[in-house]
Every structure is written in C-alpha cells, then in structure tokens.
C-alpha cells in the first residue's frame, strides 16, 4: 500500500486548507484511514480517522469543529478540510491506513501504513 499526501503550504490565521490522501496497492482489507500531525520537537499526534465499513469518524478534541474528514472509498482518496486555522496547527501531517482493529483509532500504533507526510505551517 502507498499513501501519497498532498494540499500543504503557508497559510495566515484564520484560513483554510484542503489536503489529500491517494491510496494505492492492496487497499481491498482498509480498516481506517486516519490523519496524524507531528509539530517540531513534539510527539506525533492524533488528529482524525475514518473506521472504513462503519463510516464513523473521530476527531481530537483540538481540530473538532474546524476540520473535516472526509472520503471516497471508490476512489481511495481522503480527505482532511481545514478551517480556521491557528498558529499551533502548524506542523507535518501524514495520512495513515489500517488493516486490522487491533488498537484505539486514536493511536498511531494501529496503523499499518504512512505517507510521506505534508508540511502545513499557519502564520500569525
């Protein structure tokens, strides 16, 4: 499987980005997609992610209201929108796959697969 994000770049306060997830390969046993965020010097974290069959989506508490994730399971793309961007938005996100249910939606851990990720930097 191949995750290839893409929609990063500079944005002021207050903005709106739109970034993209294309899956290829073996995409047929998708548990979840997710999307995870990594700022410098900090932990990579959660930020959203899709259970594939349900459709349920899970946000962290930091992005609810502001982003939305979305996809298409005919085209293997997801989705991140992003409103209402802050200062503290700023850092490298990466899109995710899953295979199994064998851990929380919200741990990177679960997923099998990443991509290369995308800069995104908010300005104040």
């Known amino acids: 499987v191949q995750l290839v994000e893409s929609g990063g770049g500079l944005v002021q306060a207050g903005g709106s980005l739109r970034l993209s997830c294309a899956a290829s390969?073996?995409?047929?046993?998708?548990?979840?997609m997710g999307w995870f965020r990594q700022a410098p010097g900090k932990e990579r974290e959660f930020v959203a992610a899709?259970?594939?069959?349900?459709?349920?989506?899970y946000y962290a508490d930091s992005v609810r209201g502001r982003f939305t994730f979305s996809g298409d399971n005919a085209e293997n793309t997801v989705y991140l929108e992003m409103n209402s961007l802050k200062p503290e938005d700023t850092a490298v996100y990466y899109c995710?796959?899953?295979?199994?249910?064998?851990?929380?939606?919200?741990?990177?851990?679960?997923?099998?697969?990443w991509g290369q990720g995308t800069l995104v930097t908010v300005s104040s």
């Open positions: 995710a796959l899953a295979r199994s249910p064998r851990s929380s939606m919200y741990y990177a851990g679960l997923y099998d697969y």
């Open positions: 390969g073996r995409t047929s046993s998708t548990y979840a």
């Open positions: 899709r259970k594939w069959n349900t459709g349920i989506i």
